[in-house]
């Protein structure tokens, strides 16, 4: 009996939809975002960032290992919290 309440459900909600998608669907709009255009004029901006980015990490390092100080794990943690905010 459950499965002929199951289906009774199904065709009722089949029904409603096809009843709410019974008008004119609107005309397509350009897209407002052109990700192409976009993707391209940001990939050499988001490189030459990581290009700096890394050798910033490097000389903080090259200068952490020269004071002696215990902060090489920091500077490196930075690297990798900038690297990751910028995706």
């Known amino acids: 009996m459950w499965i002929v309440g ?21 005309p397509h709009r350009p897209w407002l975002w052109d990700n192409v255009v976009t993707g391209t004029a940001t990939t050499g901006i988001a490189g030459t960032l990581a290009g700096f980015t890394i050798a910033s990490a490097i000389f903080l390092s090259e200068q952490v290992a020269v004071r002696g100080t215990g902060s090489f794990g920091n500077v490196i943690g930075l690297l990798l919290l900038a690297f990751l905010s910028s995706r």
Do not use: M, Q
């Open 6 to 26: 199951v289906a009774a459900v199904l065709v009722v909600a089949a029904g409603a939809i096809l009843w709410i998608d019974r008008g004119e669907r609107p």
